[in-house]
């Protein structure tokens, strides 16, 4: 039987979502929506779909099995404590939430609920490239990781995009694919900012560098550009004791004319991730199903935003913040390996 789902928040992404739910992927059904803003949610809604006025009473809904938050940062944490107090799985968007506080709240409230109901929407980790890139990583081909260079580009970002957005919006990808990429926790922050871009107007502090210092004395360097005009362009290389391992160019047609040899850039993250948000979703699915997550975790969603925090706090004193981690609940600890 389809797993009945409800989608909360129905702008960009989450048209994304419901696109990929109704047109990609099988067994499930969209059976409720909602926005704060009605008439988005009822063009959006699909075909048979209802229309709830508030999130809580979409959750609470019996045609509604497993939840979809899309809507924004600071809206996560009320919609995420409603599906934990109703017991149904939800994927979230990042990020979880926008303060420590209020994902310490929901990881405290996941854990005494007593089994995982939340899977973050950290869609690098199921990218085939990122993959293979951790799998290199992990069989020590290149030696321990000594340091990580994460590039993170923007064609350009909405009107509402504030200056704190890259470290609170933004950041949240490359600090959860570092942590994940190289198994290793972020204990401190530094953040700096270069010479300002124009483009735009020059109101945005864009762009922007931040070192991330990891428990094992790695450091991973994360470019963020909002403005950049040209595409979408996401890198990433980590350098080890013995040799190198990057991201590919992502394939694409070679372009050979008279302004030389090229391959497309990806113009946003829906072109350059697609493939990694239709398998988020499919493994999502499939623990929704048996009424549980997996993949990235109410953990992963505190540690990134923890990591948030910390670079806002850099950001003002242009010192080394460092992080502070709460002791971790035994439902997100690895399951002991099993006696051959
Ligand atoms: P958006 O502004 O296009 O859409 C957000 C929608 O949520 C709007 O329609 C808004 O009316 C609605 N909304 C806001 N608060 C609400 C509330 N309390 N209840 C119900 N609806 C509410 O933004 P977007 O770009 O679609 O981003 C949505 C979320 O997805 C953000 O958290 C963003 O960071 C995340 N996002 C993730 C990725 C990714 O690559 N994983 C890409 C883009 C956006
Ligand atoms: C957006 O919300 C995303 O999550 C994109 O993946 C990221 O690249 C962009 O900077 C964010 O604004």
Redesign the pocket.
């Known amino acids: 039987m389809a797993l009945k789902v409800g989608v909360i928040g129905t702008g960009m992404?989450g048209q994304d979502h419901i696109r990929r739910l109704t047109k990609v992927l099988s067994g499930v059904e969209i059976t409720a929506v909602n926005d704060i803003d009605v008439e988005r949610a009822k063009e959006a809604a699909p075909y048979g779909a209802e229309v709830f006025e508030t999130p809580k009473a979409l959750i609470e809904s019996d045609n509604v099995d497993a939840i979809v938050i899309c809507s924004w940062g600071p809206a996560h944490e009320e919609q995420l404590l409603d599906c934990i107090a109703a017991g149904k799985p939800v994927f979230c968007?990042?990020p979880m939430t926008t303060s420590e506080e209020a994902a310490i709240r929901i990881v405290e409230a996941e854990a005494a609920y007593g089994k995982r109901l939340i899977q973050v929407?950290f869609?690098r980790r199921f990218d085939a490239d990122y993959r293979r890139l951790k799998a290199v990583v992990d069989s020590a081909m290149i030696g321990a990781p000594l340091m990580y260079h994460s590039v993170?580009r923007?064609a350009s970002?909405?009107s509402h995009?504030t200056s704190d957005?890259?470290l609170n919006?933004?950041l949240?990808?490359d600090a959860d694919i570092s942590r994940w990429l190289l198994s290793d926790e972020i204990v401190g922050v530094e953040v700096r900012y270069p010479r300002r871009s124009t483009v735009g107007g020059g109101e945005l502090k864009n762009p922007v560098i931040v070192l991330l210092h990891m428990e094992s004395g790695a450091i991973v360097d994360v470019e963020?550009s909002?403005a950049i005009t040209y595409g979408?362009d996401?890198r990433g290389e980590v350098s080890g004791e013995t040799g190198v391992a990057s991201l590919p160019n992502r394939p694409a047609t070679v372009v050979s004319d008279v302004n030389g040899i090229r391959q497309a850039m990806p113009e946003?993250?829906r072109e350059?991730?697609i493939e990694a948000y239709d398998q988020e979703f499919r493994e999502w699915i499939i623990a929704a199903g048996e009424g549980t997550a997996t993949g990235p975790s109410a953990w992963d969603g505190y540690a990134s935003t923890l990591t948030a925090d910390a670079a806002l706090r850099a950001a003002e004193s242009g010192q080394y913040e460092p992080l502070k981690m709460i002791k971790k609940p035994a439902l997100y600890l690895e399951a002991p390996a099993v006696a051959a």
């Open positions: 992404i968007e990042k929407g869609m993170h923007n970002v909405p995009y957005m890259p919006d933004t949240v990808h963020i909002v979408y996401i946003d993250w350059r991730f």
